[in-house]
């Protein structure tokens, strides 16, 4: 896929209730594309095609191909961030909030199936490196501020660090059960694992499960 500058891609936000239906059938159509045939055959016609548009109407939200996969890439983005937020304003107990933000983050990225895979992939391409890391920079220090709010001490010395790496850990077994074809995981199960792991890699063992 071309490189192509962030502000040269931008689709054009619909505001009547039929733009913005003819838009999502358009996102919908991507995401089924990318699910079933992958990235390299995606193009404007093909997603017209199964949209049930023509060109010109597709060419009326976006600009181009790499458009609709940008709106869709900050639509992950804004869904993983919101239901961190979700989860650090309800829950206090440091286990549970770590168990909600894994599966939180795991149906994220298996939501939309293999698609999700392929938009992440085409992330460096599609947006500035900045708003790609915003979830993390906002959510790591409301981390923070909520286990010192509670009186939880993490574990290591370098808590920025320990919260990354887990989120990164997080991110990589979303990723592994997308690629999972044969599926040879179970979702419920990598995220009760991963949550007994890093609660004891986060927390001190007086609060580990």
């Known amino acids: 896929m071309p490189t192509k500058k962030p502000n040269d891609i931008k689709g054009k936000a619909p505001k009547q209730e039929r733009s913005r239906e003819t838009f999502e059938v358009i996102l919908k159509a991507t995401t089924r594309i990318l699910s079933k045939e992958g990235a390299e055959g995606l193009n404007t016609n093909l997603i017209a095609k199964v949209a049930g548009v023509s060109v010109g109407s597709l060419y009326q939200y976006f600009r181009n191909k790499e458009s609709i996969m940008q709106t869709l890439l900050v639509r992950v983005l804004d869904s993983g961030l919101a239901g961190a937020d979700k989860v650090l304003a309800e829950e206090s107990d440091p ?90 995981l179970n979702k419920d199960e990598v995220a009760e694992e991963l949550t007994k792991l890093l609660c004891r890699y986060l927390l001190w063992e007086k609060n580990a499960s």
């Open 95 to 184: 286990h549970k909030a770590i168990e909600r933000l894994v599966r939180s983050t795991l149906d994220t990225l298996t939501q939309q199936g293999p698609a999700t895979l392929y938009i992440l992939e085409a992330a460096p391409h599609l947006i500035k490196s900045q708003r790609f890391e915003q979830v993390d920079s906002i959510m790591i220090p409301k981390f923070l501020e909520k286990a010192q709010r509670h009186g939880i001490q993490i574990r290591s010395k370098r808590p920025e660090l320990a919260i990354l790496l887990s989120i990164q850990a997080v991110r990589a077994a979303g990723w592994a059960l997308v690629r999972d074809k044969g599926r040879k």
